[in-house]
């Protein structure tokens, strides 16, 4: 059953009727006196919008001029300072340098950003709750206390020990359990300072040389071209 | 916060402390108080560029922290704070006016790092102070000191809440974070220090630095070896007072602008007697005597007790209402009405808003809106002399743009349409907030455009700091002028569009003080 649109109430022609006469001949009756309002009769209403408004209307009045003048310039000027100015400060945060595709060996040794995530100033830490505090990993000669010691680097002794640990494990299968625990514990702290000691060995041994000697290699191979008969390699 | 205030914080904060700390702090503004966990998860940033970013916010004070219970620490943002920022360059300029360069120096070095102790504030203007001046002379810490001291005394510069002195911290865990106390009294306590230096310059031959090769030298500066005397005191700038300042500023000016510059001068010396005793809230001054006011005139200024009587008279009698009589002790009790001032103000404001937009017709119908306050459709076109249909046309605009409402009187309980009076009227407060809105909106679309027009042209700005570059090399060595003219020419255009668009960033925010004082004084 199909309603026409115009027609819901069946029972009140009269309705229908006059407001289907109302839209006929002129404007449809409003529920207010539209003269209150200041719409005389007769009055032609401005055409339907059938679209939003433009983007830039057209204006009627130009702006009022900027003020200019000795205190306006001056300000100006402090603006673009300060603005620069921000962008040198520490407290600037510079998004992390996306890796580019392949990992360079230059990597090792341009050191771009605070290490670990630290930040380049000291606030007051008093006045900071604690959780807000970020843990360097120092490379120091004495051992400082470290929360999460990270192992990127697994080398055959790591390895040796990890074999050597299962063994053991396995042997001590019918011991008590908390004795293995302790055992273990021993061990892991054991396996900390041995690798930490190998890291720190290894990290002084490669940062021995002053950074900025090191040559990226990326300018070879473009200087010496006096002779193309022979092959670069 | 509205949509376009938070557009704003965003951009501001992407530009002056970059996007890590913008996506944290526009998180926190729309969505209130957080603890960290929760930050780093929603907004997906890593814990340590979460903990870095919080730690940037909370020095320039534009992040607060609340231990709640069970330890968890939850982060707040400041919306209006990070408006503030817009001010900046205001401040420091008023700084400069009253203070001169030291002055200068000093509010901008706390502005840009928001808390600082008043050792190292001294000790890094001082050195900036002495880049600038000539060979061989150096500022003296003495001198900055006192104009810091000053600054202080005047509430410009004001301390940071405290963390309270623990005796018994053994006893149990440290908390999670400290809660700071401030005590009203000490806010402007200067503590006695003596610091005794000269400023240094940062040069690479420099006398200072022949003991300490540079090869080996230790990555913490010297401070940090000898004790800092004031440790733990920070001072940060009072943007409230600086505001106070703006407010009796505009104040002065309109009593100029409106009778002559005897009446703005004795409004001022009121104003500047009772600028450190009247809260920055109050609806008006402390009441002066015409004593008082007497003596404190300025030196040069030698006109006789009955004129100024005279012309207190004529303040209180203005039908602005700026000044107002209180009592008749001493000589007469005055008062400074500053909510009356500032309401005033604003409705200057709006009415001069009106003109520029749609005419001085229509500044004729508003004006006369807000003096009858309630008018009927006919009513205005007879009182306001404006052919029907054009004061029709002119209050549909206005009310299109929210500047006038309407206000219905209905006859009947029932609130048909044709038996209910349609008033219009002026609501001074909205059409206030209306315009703040529209100012903060206007200004981000700036910033926008700023960033846009520096990208387009970010290849021509490159070349033309180049040819910069060379013109200055070339000058040393001695070129011709017509190359050096044909090489200056090629920049001027972008230049130009780039300093209109700053330009129109800077000045906008002019607008919205005085609104923003009205909207505040009005609430509280």
Redesign the interface.
């Known amino acids: 059953m199909v309603f026409p649109i115009g027609c819901l109430n069946p029972q009140a022609p009269s309705i229908m009727a006059s407001r289907g006469g109302g839209r006929g001949c002129g404007r449809g009756q409003l529920?207010?006196?539209v003269e209150?309002?200041?719409i005389g009769k007769g009055d032609a209403l401005p055409p339907p919008t059938l679209q939003p408004s433009p983007l830039f209307p057209p204006l009627?009045?130009r702006?009022?001029p900027?003020?200019?003048g000795e205190?306006?310039e001056?300000?100006?000027a402090?603006?673009?300072e300060?603005?620069g100015?921000?962008r040198q400060?520490p407290?600037?945060?510079?998004?992390a340098v996306p890796k580019r595709d392949v990992e360079r060996y230059s990597d090792k040794y341009q050191m771009s950003g605070p290490i670990d995530?630290a930040?380049d100033w000291n606030?007051?830490w008093?006045?900071?709750?604690?959780?807000?505090?970020?843990r360097v990993r120092k490379l120091q000669k004495e051992r400082t206390t470290i929360i999460l010691p990270k192992r990127p680097l697994k080398t055959t002794e790591d390895k040796e020990e990890t074999i050597q640990k299962l063994e053991t494990l396995e042997k001590k299968e019918e011991e008590v359990t908390s004795e293995e625990d302790e055992e273990k514990e021993e061990e892991e702290e054991k396996e900390e300072e041995e690798e930490e000691e190998y890291d720190e060995e290894e990290h002084e041994e490669e940062t021995d040389y002053i950074m900025s000697y090191f040559d990226n290699g990326e300018d070879f191979g473009g200087d010496s071209d006096d002779n193309m008969d022979e092959a670069i390699y | 916060m509205t949509q376009a205030e938070i557009k704003l914080c965003s951009l501001l904060l992407q530009?002056?402390?970059?996007?890590?700390?913008e996506k944290i702090g526009v998180h926190l503004i729309r969505t209130g108080s957080q603890p960290?966990r929760v930050i780093a998860h929603d907004t997906e940033t890593?814990l340590?560029?979460v903990?870095?970013?919080?730690?940037?916010l909370?020095?320039?004070n534009l992040v607060i922290?609340q231990?709640h219970k069970r330890g968890v620490?939850e982060y707040e943002a400041q919306c209006s704070r990070v408006l503030r920022m817009l001010r900046?360059?205001?401040y420091?300029?008023t700084a400069k006016t009253l203070y001169s360069d030291t002055g200068e120096l000093i509010v901008?070095e706390l502005l840009?790092?928001?808390k600082m102790t008043m050792s190292a504030v001294v000790k890094k203007v001082a050195d900036r102070l002495t880049e600038t001046m000539e060979d061989g002379k150096t500022m003296d810490y003495a001198e900055v000191s006192n104009t810091f001291v000053r600054l202080v005394d005047t509430h410009f510069v004001q301390r940071c809440p405290l963390?309270p002195a623990t005796e018994n911290s053994d006893t149990g865990p440290?908390p999670?974070?400290?809660t700071?106390v401030i005590n009203e009294k000490d806010m402007y306590l200067v503590p006695k220090l003596s610091l005794i230096g000269k400023g240094k310059r940062r040069r690479s031959s420099d006398e200072d630095a022949t003991g300490e090769p540079k090869a080996k030298r230790p990555k913490q500066t010297t401070d940090n070896k000898e004790p800092i005397p004031d440790d733990?005191i920070?001072w940060q700038a009072n943007l409230d007072r600086f505001h106070q300042h703006f407010r009796d500023q505009a104040i002065v000016s309109a009593v100029a602008n409106r009778m002559d510059q005897t009446s703005s001068e004795i409004v001022r010396t009121m104003l500047r007697m009772s600028e450190v005793t009247t809260p920055s809230g109050a609806p008006f001054t402390q009441p002066l005597s015409s004593n008082e006011i007497f003596r404190s005139l300025p030196v040069g200024y030698n006109i006789s007790k009955q004129v100024l009587d005279q012309y207190l008279t004529l303040l209180a009698d203005d039908p602005l209402e700026f000044v107002g009589k209180s009592g008749d002790s001493g000589g007469g009790m005055y008062v400074i009405n500053l909510h009356k001032a500032l309401g005033s103000l604003a409705t200057a404001t709006l009415e001069s808003v009106v003109q520029?937009?749609?005419?001085s017709r229509c500044a004729r119908i508003f004006r006369l809106v807000l003096q009858k306050k309630h008018l009927e459709?006919k009513q205005v076109e007879d009182f306001a002399m404006i052919p029907?249909k054009e004061a029709?046309d002119m209050l549909y605009k206005m009310l299109s743009e929210n500047f006038i409402s309407l206000q219905e009187i209905p006859k009947t309980p029932d609130h048909?349409?044709?038996r209910?009076f349609?008033l219009y009227t002026v609501n001074i407060l909205s059409a206030a907030r209306m315009l703040l809105h529209r100012c903060y909106k206007s200004v981000a679309n700036l910033i926008e455009r700023r960033q846009f027009e520096t990208k387009e042209n970010k290849r021509l700005l490159e070349k033309s700091q180049r040819v910069e570059a060379i013109i200055a090399s070339m000058q040393a060595t001695g070129a011709e002028e017509a190359q050096l003219q044909e090489i200056e020419e090629m920049i001027t255009a972008p230049e130009r569009q780039q300093?209109e668009t700053?330009?129109?960033?800077?000045?906008n925010v002019?607008l919205n003080f005085i609104l923003e004082l009205f909207i505040a004084s009005v609430w509280k």
């Open positions: 529920t207010f006196n209150a309002v200041g009627e009045f702006p009022v900027l003020p200019s205190e306006g001056y300000v100006l402090l603006k673009q300060l603005r100015a921000m400060l407290y600037f945060i510079r998004p995530n930040i606030p007051d008093r006045r900071l709750p604690r959780e807000l505090k970020i | 530009e002056h402390f970059g996007e890590i700390v960290l890593s340590d560029q903990k870095k970013a919080l730690c940037v909370i020095q320039h922290y231990v620490v900046y360059p205001r420091i300029y901008e840009l790092n928001g963390v440290p999670p974070a400290p700071l733990g920070y520029e937009r749609f005419g459709q029907a029709k048909a349409p044709s209910t349609y300093l700053l330009k129109r960033n800077v000045n002019f």
